[in-house]
């Protein structure tokens, strides 16, 4: 990844471009669930203006545009506290070029230092690029879900791969 991307914290100052680049994302029809961004601004800005040991919103920039976002959301159940939910985008023309390793870096550092001991996540089968990336960082394929997603084209199974990242 090039020196010229910076990632951080999102704050509510990132709620406009998110909404930008989520509904890029969301208008490619392949990679997430969401299949109409119907959230306003508002919703990402109030998301972003909270801190809590729950969870964390990366983005990712170059320059003034917002090219990559990561969350993790720790489970709060006391028997499943200690596993966390992951997911990240980055945009169309930015894949390839290592911002998706970086906020996946970034994001896992946090999980650690937040004491998550396992990281989990579901992926569409065709999405071998995010599944290689997810791969390199020790996630493996824990179960699929077979049909799970009805999009308006039609059904996607979605593959559950999980890490563990702690002592546990």
């Known amino acids: 990844m090039s020196a010229d991307v910076v990632i951080r914290r999102a704050s509510p100052r990132d709620a406009r471009p998110f909404h930008t680049f989520w509904r890029a994302i969301v208008a490619e029809e392949r ?5 109409e961004v119907r959230e306003p601004v508002r919703v990402f800005r109030r998301r972003f203006r909270r801190r809590t040991p729950w969870e964390i919103h990366l983005v990712a920039y170059r320059g003034d545009r917002l090219i ?23 945009a169309a023309d930015e894949r390839g070029r290592g911002v998706g390793r970086s906020l996946m870096e970034r994001a896992i550092a946090w ?20 599944i290689a990336l997810y791969r390199s960082f020790d996630f493996v394929e824990e179960g699929r879900l077979a049909r799970q997603s009805r999009k308006s084209y039609g059904y996607e199974d979605e593959i559950l791969m999980a890490a563990w990242i702690g002592d546990g």
Do not use: C, M, Q
């Not at 999980?111 to 995010?130: F, G, M, Q, T, W």
């Open 111 to 130: 999980a650690r230092d937040a004491h998550i001991e396992k990281l989990v996540l579901s992926v569409y089968p065709h999405n071998e690029a995010a």
């Open 68 to 90: 990559g976002h990561v969350t993790i959301e720790r489970d709060r159940h006391p028997v499943t506290r200690h596993v966390g939910s992951l997911a990240i985008a980055v």
């Open 31 to 35: 990679y997430v669930r969401t299949e």
